[in-house]
């Protein structure tokens, strides 16, 4: 009996806005995203918040006129954008049977509704933007981001920014099993891809003997995470290794390693070496996040 593989499925949460488009850009023009399942998912309120109170105000008839109009509209622009989303993803390459549109009213809230979505479905990521502005009036991120943040740790959240359009990726190493496993899943994920990557990690200190010993203790750590990243179909001569010391902050040193060397994607694990399990997020790969507001940052569990 000849069993098919089931291809990874992402979800893509999206909320009317440019930047929220953001995330359809960036997986259109990585070919290994290509091989993947993509679900567009968008969560709406069913009216204005101003209208929840409707039953209060004088004018009913005209306010009901008025909700009727404005949910015409929503679904109207709802469905423009969520084909726009789908074209690119034709356009890019992506097979018509790769992509699925699903869009339902607000249940217990967006963000709650985004986990569930995507703890039921059996996605091996999420991918989102930074914030929203809702060009769809009723679609709401921003705030979403994190939330799903802090409570998103059973699959891997790529949070998207304006990044450059650069096949180069940033993978920040320091040993932890999060980081080794976050180098597991670019392989997997970015497999053959004609990428650049490099394997950064970052010493505060300068001293010589300081900066001598945890090159010996990371060397280990990169040359298993190049093979692994060679055996999975990248190029080794465009697998390159960095040893950054004197940070005053890693995950400042990190974004700033990112913007000066043109990297689009930066790679973090979700916790660091010396971080226990009781938080949400580790300190390192939070303020990446939010310090990398012109790249794409992945957060692998």
């Known amino acids: 009996m000849v069993t098919t593989k089931m291809k990874p ?3 893509v949460p999206l909320d009317g806005s440019d930047r929220a488009f953001e995330t359809v850009r960036y997986i259109s023009w990585l070919e290994p995203f290509r091989k993947k399942q993509v679900v ?5 309120t069913k009216i204005p918040e101003s209208y929840w109170d409707i039953d209060k105000q004088p004018k009913y008839e005209q306010s009901m006129k008025n909700i009727h109009a404005w949910q015409t509209t929503r679904e109207m622009k709802l469905r423009k954008y969520m ?3 789908r074209r690119q ?3 890019s390459g992506f097979p018509e049977n790769a992509i699925q549109v699903k869009t339902q009213e607000r249940r217990t809230g967006i963000a709650r509704d985004i986990l569930e979505e995507g703890r039921k479905g059996g996605y091996s990521a999420v991918i989102i933007g930074r914030r929203g502005t809702g060009r769809v009036r009723g679609l709401v991120l921003g705030s979403v981001t994190t939330k799903l943040l802090e409570r ?3 699959i891997p959240i790529f949070v998207v920014g304006r990044c450059p359009a650069t096949r180069k990726v940033l993978v920040a190493l320091d040993g932890s099993d999060s980081s080794v496993r976050a180098v597991d899943y670019v392989c997997e994920t970015l497999e053959g891809c004609d990428c650049d990557v490099t394997l950064a990690h970052v010493v505060r200190s300068e001293q010589e003997d300081f900066v001598e010993n945890a090159a010996k203790r990371i060397t280990p750590v990169f040359e298993l995470a190049k093979s692994h990243l060679t055996n999975w179909g990248l190029n080794p001569r465009r697998i390159k290794t ?3 010391t004197g940070a005053m902050s890693r995950a400042g040193s990190i974004v700033r390693e990112a913007e000066e060397g043109g990297y689009c994607t930066i790679v973090v694990g979700r916790r660091g070496l010396s971080e226990p399990g009781i938080y949400f997020m580790g300190r390192v790969s939070n303020k990446v996040v939010h310090l990398a507001k012109k790249q794409v940052v992945w957060v692998v569990t």
């Open 9 to 11: 499925k992402i979800l």
């Open 242 to 244: 960095k040893l950054i």
């Open 89 to 91: 993803l034709l356009d």
């Open 83 to 85: 084909d726009e989303a």
């Open 40 to 44: 567009l998912f968008s969560v709406s």
């Open 152 to 154: 998103l740790d059973f």
